[in-house]
């Protein structure tokens, strides 16, 4: 626990660095895309909602404890939204209101864990699964993606999986490639882990890891994956569809199909309980209860990500075309992506290299930052590729 908390995130550590730079030389001079802190305001109604509660409720219903589950009523509204979208048949029971997609995930690792058990992700992946998972106690195995998309790497995948797989983490949407699977992918994962699940006479659980899902552009769909395989257990989040990352608000998903339900669910609440959770903040669940399935202005992120990979391109980066989330993946031009960061600090452009992601030579520009911004970076992206040979 001391190392974690004293091993700064590389995210972190460039936002600070940002910060000391602001300080010296303006704000207005550097070009920060390190953190995923959504720029684009929360729709209206999350506000009206709030006020609403305030003025309408009593105090002790507001800001009393909940259920550990969760308000009834979110868990209600919840299911009631997923099934109109997806054509689900959901009910309150298969929801435990969290705060967050990393409580989500936490929670569910520990209730699933067993002495022994690994948890499978594909890189580049969410650097805190590593903590999550090794803190429960298990073996985080990671599978690097299919280089030439990042896609899933079928046959890398059936390697890694082994009778002591207990479940594989997927995020779609994901950061930081902004790779969404497509059905195909999909469908592909599902069958692979049902003959395996079949083969070692278990079930391996599918974690979707989904903060993401709505934040997709060009009209792309994100497949609901408990309608392609059984054993999957979502964790969401509305820090990035409602913009509410501070506010600690998400749920998990276990429906009545997945092997064991009732004991995985009661597993659930026995995690939250042992992780001293209690309940997911009231008023938030109230609000979730009104505005779950309404999204943030997504017009905003698509014109950025248009604008920044339309000109990095351009200027001779290789990027991963990003079909959601808010993430740019870039290749860099020479292999350490550390010191190409060091590089691009000249230019007062701050990127993550995607090393802490599990996938060397590259960095995550987060495009979640003003179109503004974007606009003003490009002359400094141009002359880093100048300075690179790319132009
Ligand atoms: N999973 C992924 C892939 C993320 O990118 C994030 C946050 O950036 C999380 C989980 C945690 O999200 P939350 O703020 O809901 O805990």
């Known amino acids: 626990m001391y190392q974690l908390g004293t091993n700064r995130s590389v995210i972190r550590d460039i936002f600070e660095y940002g910060n000391a730079r602001r300080a010296q030389i303006g704000a207005e001079n550097v070009f920060d895309f390190s953190l995923g802190n959504p720029n684009v305001?929360?729709?209206?109604?999350?506000?009206?909602?709030?006020?609403?509660?305030?003025?309408?409720?009593?105090?002790?219903?507001?800001?009393?404890?909940?259920?550990a589950q969760g308000a009834p009523a979110t868990r209600e509204a919840i299911a009631a939204d997923l099934n109109a979208r997806f054509g689900t048949g959901f009910q309150k029971d298969n929801f435990y209101i969290t705060c967050g997609a990393a409580?989500?995930?936490?929670?569910?690792?520990?209730?699933?864990?067993?002495?022994?058990?690994?948890?499978?992700?594909?890189?580049?992946?969410?650097?805190?699964y590593r903590v999550f998972v090794e803190t429960a106690g298990a073996k985080l195995v990671s599978v690097p993606s299919r280089s030439d998309n990042f896609q899933i790497d079928f046959s890398a995948l059936e390697q890694a999986v082994t009778p002591k797989t207990k479940a594989v983490i997927v995020n779609s949407p994901n950061n930081p490639s902004g790779v969404v699977y497509t059905e195909q992918t999909i469908?592909?994962?599902?069958?692979?882990?049902?003959?395996?699940?079949?083969?070692?006479?278990?079930?391996?659980?599918?974690?979707?890891?989904?903060?993401?899902?709505?934040?997709?552009?060009?009209?792309?769909?994100?497949?609901?994956?408990?309608?392609?395989?059984?054993?999957?257990i979502v964790c969401y989040s509305y820090s990035k569809s409602l913009s509410?990352?501070?506010?600690?608000?998400?749920?998990?998903?276990?429906?009545?199909?997945?092997?064991?339900?009732?004991?995985?669910?009661?597993?659930?609440?026995?995690?939250?309980?042992?992780?001293g959770y209690v309940c997911a903040p009231s008023m938030m669940q109230h609000v979730a209860a009104?505005?779950?399935?309404?999204?943030?202005?997504?017009?905003?992120?698509q014109e950025n990500r248009d604008l920044i990979y339309n000109a990095l391109t351009q200027y001779g980066f290789t990027c991963i075309h990003p079909d959601g989330a808010f993430y740019l993946f870039?290749?860099?031009?020479?292999?350490?992506?550390?010191?190409?960061?060091?590089?691009?600090?000249?230019?007062?452009?701050?990127?993550?290299?995607?090393?802490?992601?599990?996938?060397?030579?590259?960095?995550?520009?987060?495009?979640?930052?003003?179109?503004?911004?974007?606009?003003?970076?490009?002359?400094?992206?141009?002359?880093?590729?100048?300075s690179c040979g790319l132009c």
């Open 330 to 386: 870039m290749k860099t031009p020479t292999p350490d992506a550390a010191e190409f960061c060091e590089l691009a600090k000249e230019f007062e452009l701050l990127l993550v290299p995607a090393d802490s992601f599990g996938t060397p030579g590259f960095v995550r520009i987060a495009y979640c930052v003003s179109t503004d911004m974007i606009r003003r970076s490009l002359p400094a992206f141009q002359a880093l590729a100048k």
């Open 41 to 67: 305001p929360a729709p209206a109604k999350v506000n009206e909602t709030i006020r609403e509660l305030l003025n309408t409720k009593d105090d002790t219903f507001l800001h009393g404890y909940t259920s």
């Open 244 to 275: 509410l990352p501070g506010e600690r608000i998400g749920y998990i998903l276990i429906p009545d199909e997945t092997t064991d339900a009732k004991e995985l669910y009661a597993a659930v609440c026995g995690a939250g309980r042992a992780l």
């Open 187 to 232: 469908q592909q994962l599902a069958d692979l882990l049902a003959v395996k699940s079949s083969e070692y006479d278990h079930p391996i659980y599918l974690i979707a890891d989904e903060p993401y899902r709505e934040l997709v552009y060009d009209g792309i769909e994100v497949p609901y994956l408990t309608k392609y395989y059984l054993d999957t």
């Open 103 to 128: 409580a989500s995930l936490k929670i569910v690792i520990t209730a699933l864990f067993n002495e022994g058990d690994e948890f499978i992700a594909f890189t580049p992946f969410f650097p805190e």
């Open 290 to 301: 009104v505005c779950t399935g309404m999204v943030s202005d997504l017009s905003v992120y």
